[in-house]
């Protein structure tokens, strides 16, 4: 058995603490990464779409406008928020069905 020097217990000791931790971090994102791909097949399935991020896209795209469309009714608006209104439900339902 050898003696080992301070600063070598030292550097194994905070060595030991990093491997810990990074691999803690790793869990935790696979974890919240796992959730996120769980609720996207959730979301897609429940929809009847394909689970791809350009389906996603669209549908954010969609739910933006249809914003749009209740933020100009409230605004006073009627036909803007009409126009908007159609193109998000033309939107929407592209990806429905």
């Known amino acids: 058995?050898?003696?080992?020097?301070?600063?070598?217990?030292?550097?194994?000791?905070?060595?030991?603490?990093?491997?810990?931790?990074?691999?803690?971090?790793?869990?935790?994102?696979?974890?919240?990464?796992?959730?996120?791909?769980?609720?996207?097949?959730?979301l897609s399935r429940s929809l009847g779409m394909d689970p791809n991020w350009i389906s996603i896209l669209v549908l954010i795209i969609g739910l933006l406008l249809l914003v749009s469309a209740i933020r100009a009714f409230l605004r006073g608006s009627i036909i803007w928020g009409l126009i908007v209104l159609l193109l998000a439900l033309w939107t929407l339902s592209l990806l429905i069905g």
Request: net charge negative; aromatic share 14%; charged share 20%.
């Open 1 to 42: 058995m050898g003696t080992e020097s301070f600063f070598e217990r030292l550097g194994e000791i905070l060595g030991n603490f990093i491997r810990v931790l990074v691999e803690a971090l790793t869990g935790f994102f696979r974890l919240i990464g796992q959730a996120g791909a769980n609720f996207i097949d959730g």
